[in-house]
């Protein structure tokens, strides 16, 4: 393979005494591009929980971490769901223990997690295309806290992968808004109320 390749155009920033770097936007509009609140995998450190950990080491982790989320791997390195803060914070791990007859300690992060299979999921095309209005709506359709973003594996094309996801809380805190993730509006005068706020 004989590929050519061109250098890029390089600037002298010698008289440039400071330069702004870029920031993540921190309030969106809904005309803003949706592709905004994506966590994408393919740009930043993945934060991954094994499905064989304890629910109290799970814990001790995501105190530890920045983020409200993390990605549940088995040992081939397959997502298998999500752990979010609020699942190993509240009732959830006590209420598996009991349920299954087992003390807390024995209690895993594969009994607790999101599976994949329950949770929403949208294309990167699709969110690329869409606004940030076209996500509350679509997470007050989907009652949901979390969509997952699929896409097209470039080396088989008719296979997908997990691209990244995007977060309800995070739009919330972005956006200055509320979605009723449990009350599906179906009246025109409810959905004129649900949206009244900026859309």
């Known amino acids: 393979m004989n590929s050519v390749f061109n250098a890029l155009p390089v600037q002298d920033l010698g008289?440039?005494?400071?330069?702004?770097?870029?920031?993540?936007?921190?309030?969106?509009r809904s005309e803003d591009s949706a592709v905004h609140l994506l966590t994408d995998f393919s740009e930043q450190r993945l934060s991954v929980l094994s499905s064989d950990m304890s629910v109290s080491e799970a814990r001790l982790w995501m105190r530890l971490a920045d983020?409200?989320?993390?990605v549940?791997?088995?040992q081939a390195g397959d997502c298998l769901g999500i752990l979010a803060i609020e699942d190993v914070n509240g009732e959830k791990a006590m209420s598996v223990a009991h349920r299954q007859g087992?003390?807390?300690?024995?209690?895993?992060v594969r009994d607790i997690m999101r599976p994949i299979s329950e949770l929403p999921a949208i294309h990167y095309q699709d969110l690329r295309a869409a606004t940030v209005g076209d996500l509350v709506s679509t997470f007050r359709e989907v009652h949901e806290g979390y969509l997952l973003v699929l896409d097209?594996?470039?080396?088989?094309p008719s296979r997908s992968y997990?691209?990244?996801l995007v977060c309800a809380e995070e739009l919330l805190q972005r956006l200055d808004l509320a979605i009723d993730l449990e009350h599906r509006a179906t009246k025109f005068y409810e959905i004129v109320h649900v949206v009244k706020g900026g859309f």
Not at 67 to 70: D, L, V
Not at 102 to 108: A, G, M, Q, S, Y
Request: no cysteine; hydrophobic share 30%; aromatic share 2%.
């Open 15 to 28: 008289r440039t005494g400071a330069l702004p770097t870029a920031k993540p936007l921190s309030h969106i």
């Open 67 to 70: 983020t409200s989320f993390k």
């Open 72 to 74: 549940v791997e088995n």
């Open 102 to 108: 087992v003390p807390l300690k024995d209690v895993r």
């Open 152 to 156: 097209d594996d470039r080396h088989q």
């Open 162 to 164: 997990l691209r990244g």
